[in-house]
């Protein structure tokens, strides 16, 4: 077992003097973990841990020797040896550093090296700021666990999204047609345990099934909210339930011919605001020749008019979410795509994540920062975008048009290599950027336009999908 790499979060957004904790993991090349719970840490190679996929439980935290690390953050290095595993008995090599501060403003990067190896590995990006309004949060919305098709129990699901993802918010929602009453108040009960306020966030979830009508998340506001099975339920029931409780229902592979969405078909405006535009399947944005280069091609690949540009031209306002949508046990930090067991799993990619532009890390603030649609899609990364036109921020819109102001802005570990501009399904500018940040500001007579979203790639093939701004003309 070897050092190939260092994973390394911070907060994306900070104040001068504010205090912050950096969680690192050490890499190694990943492998089949075993399963013996009780007994030892738990680990991952049995019959609850296979997926009906035909995928296994995959490790990739080193768990040999380790001498110590150095970070540097912002010049000032320091030495870490104090490695803690994440359940107990763990030895897996995780570092959790607190007490940190940056005393100057301006964009960071936290460096990290491993000595014995020369490995180096660089933190997201972090945005100092001398005061803090809104923060940007990251999140999986959508994970499935071994009650159905997936590998792992819930309990292991929200640990390792917390611990090992180090992400801030996470849901749970699987296939409700395949648990009863009683583990949908289970399912509840779970991630109502794992909801701490301030630390990590927990949404009530479940995924609709119906391959006619299209699959359908269903995220609840508080600790509860009722079962709906698409054998028992239609799609006007779904929509029912959702204005009951206030919740939120989003579409996911809307492009995929066997199990997408006919927008045509169902849409209810009050409560599907969120579209998940990207997930392991890849991206249901629009078609190649606009620019899609991670279209669906599993279960029949793509079907036209069923993608998001689609809906967005029949006037539906939605905001854009990533998802993991993932079966192997690892949200928000997949290695699905190592297994090549099943021709399925051969044609995924990586999965998709959230952003979500919150004033703070609670239920009631990111629920309702998703129902605003102030989050934008991500293939995993953390870059840090802003998009907005006349001062109106993605998810909004616009009612003064006379003439219309961009401004457009990202930051990244990886250098990007474009920013384009969708307009009313078609491509409206391109910018090459060549660079790890960019600041980009023009004006444009309104000539009518609809709505405006952002697609910025970097140039490790990572993508980005900034939510729209819709205009009022």
């Given at each position: ?355 979500v532009k919150s004033e703070s890390l609670t239920r009631r603030a990111i629920f309702n920062a998703l129902s605003e649609k102030k989050c934008y899609a991500t293939s995993n990364i953390r870059a840090i975008f802003d998009f907005s036109i006349n001062g109106v921020d993605y998810g909004g819109v616009l009612d003064d048009d006379r003439r219309l102001c961009f401004f457009l802005s990202g930051i990244s570990e990886v250098p990007f290599e474009k920013l384009t501009i969708i307009s009313d399904g078609k ?47």
């Amino acid at each position: 077992m070897n050092v190939t790499g260092i994973y390394a979060i911070a907060p994306s957004i900070l104040a001068i003097g504010e205090e912050f904790t950096l969680k690192f993991k050490i890499l190694t090349t990943p492998y089949v973990a075993g399963w013996a719970c009780w007994i030892k840490p738990p680990e991952f190679k049995g019959p609850f841990n296979q997926s009906p996929r035909g995928i296994m439980y995959l490790d990739n935290v080193y768990n040999g020797e380790l001498g110590e690390i150095e970070i540097d953050i912002d010049g000032n290095r320091m030495k870490f040896s104090d490695y803690q595993g994440v359940y107990a008995g763990d030895t897996r090599k995780f570092g959790t550093v607190g007490g940190l501060r940056f005393e100057s403003a301006g964009i960071k990067f936290i460096k990290i090296l491993h000595p014995d190896t020369g490995i180096t590995a660089i933190s997201n990006p972090i945005i100092v700021k001398e005061k803090v309004g809104n923060r940007i949060y990251w999140g999986d919305l959508h994970s499935q666990t071994f009650f159905t098709d997936g590998l792992r129990c819930p309990e292991e699901l929200f640990t390792f999204a917390r611990d090992e993802a180090f992400l801030d918010f996470f849901s749970v929602s699987d296939h409700s047609e395949w648990i009863t009453d009683r583990q949908w108040e289970y399912f509840c009960g779970v991630a109502n345990d794992f909801n701490k306020d301030g630390r990590f966030v927990t949404l009530v979830a479940q995924e609709w099934t119906n391959h006619k009508s299209g699959h359908r998340n269903i995220y609840f506001p508080g600790g509860s909210g009722r079962i709906l099975r698409a054998g028992d339920d239609d799609i006007n029931a779904v929509y029912g339930v959702a204005r009951k409780y206030g919740a939120l229902v989003i579409p996911h592979h809307s492009a995929n011919k066997a199990m997408g969405v006919k927008w045509n078909l169902s849409h209810d405006p009050q409560v599907e605001k969120l579209v998940e535009i990207y997930s392991i399947w890849g991206s249901s944005e629009c078609d190649a020749h606009i620019g899609n280069t991670r279209p669906i091609r599993v279960l029949g690949g793509e079907q036209k008019g069923q993608h998001v540009i689609d809906a967005l031209n029949m006037g539906y306002k939605f905001g854009f979410v990533g998802g993991g949508d993932i079966h192997d046990g690892r949200p928000g930090d997949e290695l699905h795509t190592l297994q090549e067991t099943t021709a399925d799993y051969k044609n995924l990619y990586r999965q998709g994540i959230t952003a979500v532009k919150s004033e703070s890390l609670t239920r009631r603030a990111i629920f309702n920062a998703l129902s605003e649609k102030k989050c934008y899609a991500t293939s995993n990364i953390r870059a840090i975008f802003d998009f907005s036109i006349n001062g109106v921020d993605y998810g909004g819109v616009l009612d003064d048009d006379r003439r219309l102001c961009f401004f457009l802005s990202g930051i990244s570990e990886v250098p990007f290599e474009k920013l384009t501009i969708i307009s009313d399904g078609k491509v409206y500018r391109v910018f090459d950027i060549k660079r790890n940040q960019f600041k980009i500001e023009f004006e444009q007579n309104y000539s009518g336009e609809k709505y405006f979203y952002a697609r910025v790639e970097r140039t490790d093939q990572e993508i980005a999908w900034l939510s729209p701004i819709w205009v009022n003309g």
